[in-house]
């Protein structure tokens, strides 16, 4: 089972940017579908964006602000994160799933994204 380490996250002031990385373990990484969640303090679990076999979505709120991307190679899927808001403030998790399947069976820890406005 694939393992996952996120990291990037920090304190980042409103309009800033960040880059956040998410490692994967595991010689079958291409073949998952990966996802970007976020958990805000009293909030539910969000799913922020999703890769699938080249295609992408986005939660409305972070639309033309996020993108989501993969480097197979490196075993790595990325979120870049650029104008950031306060709302941005959550710990951002990676998980993969089997192309195919409707839950995500792998987590990682999280990192934390705050943004000061």
């Known amino acids: 089972q694939v393992q996952l380490v996120e990291s990037g996250g920090g304190l980042v002031q409103a309009g800033g940017s960040l880059r956040l990385s998410c490692a994967a373990s595991?010689?079958?990484?291409?073949?998952?579908?990966m996802g970007w969640f976020r958990q805000a303090p009293g909030k539910q679990r969000e799913l922020v964006a999703g890769i699938s076999r080249g295609t992408t979505n986005y939660a409305d709120s972070v639309k033309g602000r996020f993108t989501i991307s993969r480097d197979n190679a490196k075993n790595t899927l990325y979120l870049q994160m650029n104008n950031l808001k306060p709302e941005d403030t959550a710990v951002y998790s990676c998980a993969a799933k089997i192309y195919g399947l409707g839950y995500y069976f792998a987590w990682g820890q999280g990192t934390q994204v705050t943004v000061s406005s």
């Open positions: 595991g010689r079958t990484f291409s073949g998952y579908d």
